[in-house]
């Protein structure tokens, strides 16, 4: 039996997805599973007995990923369940700044009790007339799963696309139209499009990449949209840009008192992911990986651990080791199975980073002893006997 707990509401289509070897807990401390949203767990005490954490969404930065490998937590989150969610979003915020559609309904707001409102519209509309975004250049920065979404959707609606993402992977470059302009400098983006939106995950390497210099780079009139994390940017300078009419419209999904009420800001209130559907994919996927990891040992779309995958387990016993990643680990491993006399049937190991994951199918069972000697390993962070 498994103990898992939710740090937030999680959609109820993933929690349908355990099975009777699943009992739920509000004590977090019985927990060996972790459903979470949005609740901040750096200041939480993380329980021994903690095996894993699932965020059911993308962004991993409340909960403290570093501290999580070095217990042998395991981080989840949910890659591309949301992507749909957030590229209508964006197309939303595209079409709101190139067009002032709220100043228009703001306006027939305000004059609802016109019994005119009709006829004085006609003549008002013009102070709220817009261009189009077809035939315009949009660029894409961060070729992710929204990313890749965004710029095939955008050559739908006849845009030019540049796309920037110098770690691409294989399956969204397999995913990414043809027609999409693949560059290898920022500057090209910065230099040729009049919409630019950028979908790359917030680490030391990409805060600010939206700066001062990249804004004075950029054509007049451009429309800038953030649905990743109000930090990639900075927004001081995109204000400075929007009083000079450098930037024609800022919009961000993540409000704070830098941009909220700001002229030449539309600010949204994070609905980026907040749709039925995208809640729905990512607690499935969510509780899939965990069931995974919890039954199998296996990790899938772990942001903290190496992805390590051996499906289900036809021996009579698997090993799972969380462990540093340092020379002769696994001669090391492979030395307390000999001298156990315990075959290795087969066995994978992967490492990112500092830490390592190492999962073993053995021919027979193994005691506590034995266990004890495993972790006794100068290097080892957790072993946990899966089978």
């Known amino acids: 039996m498994f103990k898992y707990t939710c740090l937030n509401p999680i959609a109820a289509v993933g929690l349908n997805k355990f099975t009777v070897d699943y009992q739920k807990t509000d004590d977090v401390n019985e927990a060996e599973g972790a459903l979470v949203r949005s609740a901040n767990m750096h200041e939480m005490e993380l329980s021994d007995k903690l095996l ?29 369940a949301n992507a749909n969610a957030v590229k ?5 915020g595209m079409l709101l700044a190139e067009r002032d559609v ?18 004085n519209a006609e003549k008002a509309k013009k102070n709220f007339a817009g261009g189009e975004i077809q035939d315009k250049k949009l660029g894409v920065i961060g070729l992710g799963a929204i990313g890749v979404r965004v710029a095939n959707a955008a050559k739908h609606m006849g845009m030019e696309v540049y796309g920037y993402d110098p770690y691409i992977s294989v399956g969204a470059a397999w995913s990414l139209s043809r027609d999409v302009k693949h560059v290898t400098n920022l500057d090209d983006i910065f230099e040729n499009c009049d919409i630019i939106t950028i979908h790359v995950p917030l680490m030391d390497a990409t805060k600010g990449t939206i700066s001062k210099d990249a804004i004075n780079k950029m054509k007049d009139g451009v429309i800038l949209l953030n649905f990743a994390r109000d930090l990639l940017a900075d927004e001081n300078a995109i204000l400075a840009g929007i ?13 704070n008192p830098t941009t909220a009420g700001q002229e030449g800001c539309i600010v949204i209130p994070h609905l980026g992911a907040s ?19 919890l039954e199998n040992g296996n990790i899938v779309n772990s942001v903290n651990y190496p992805n390590c995958d051996m499906g289900v387990c036809p021996t009579e016993g698997r090993i799972a080791i969380c462990h540093a990643n340092q020379a002769n680990m696994i001669a090391k491993f492979s030395s307390v199975f000999g001298d156990a006399n315990i075959n290795i049937s ?42």
Do not use: H, Q
């Open 346 to 387: 087969n066995f994978i190991n992967k490492s990112r980073g500092d830490f390592a994951y190492t999962l073993m199918d053995i021919e027979s069972k193994v005691t506590s002893d034995f266990v004890d000697k495993l972790e006794a390993i100068d290097g080892v962070i957790r072993v946990r006997v899966v089978k």
């Open 52 to 80: 894993c954490v699932a965020r059911a969404g993308a962004g991993v930065n409340n909960i403290p990923l570093d501290e999580c490998a070095k217990k042998g937590i395991v981080v989840f989150n949910t890659p591309g």
């Open 102 to 119: 709220i100043g228009g309904i703001n306006w027939v707001k305000e004059n609802a009790a016109d019994p005119d409102v009709a006829k």
């Open 275 to 293: 749709t039925e559907e995208a809640e729905d994919n990512c607690a499935k996927m969510a509780v899939d990986e965990m069931m995974n990891f």
């Open 243 to 255: 009083k000079a009419g450098k930037v024609k419209k800022y919009v961000t999904d993540f409000p």
């Open 88 to 92: 209508e979003l964006v197309f939303a």
